[in-house]
């Protein structure tokens, strides 16, 4: 699912004017998803070796706080006094 929705937010937020903290968090994003894909699937083809295998649970986390980094750039400062 993240695969599909991750690339069309990042398009989405190309077709907006935003901030440029906003901007670099949809590029983080779109980044940390694609080491997350590349090393999932590195993973399962060569067997789930222990260290890729952790590796990839560390990517999950890197993608986490990249989502939760977009989420809050993209937060209004009028939103976050009510």
Do not use: S, Y
Not at 17 to 44: F, K, M, N, S, Y
Request: glycine content about 8%; cysteine-free.
């Amino acid at each position: 699912m993240l695969a599909l929705l991750v690339p069309w937010f990042w398009l989405r937020t190309r077709r907006t004017e935003l901030p440029v903290r906003a901007r670099i968090a949809a590029h983080l994003l779109l980044a940390a998803l694609v080491v997350q894909i590349t090393l999932g699937i590195t993973t399962l083809l060569l067997g789930v070796p222990v260290a890729l295998g952790a590796a990839h649970q560390g990517g999950a986390v890197v993608l986490l706080a990249a989502a939760l980094l977009a989420n809050h750039a993209l937060r209004r400062t009028g939103d976050a006094k009510a």
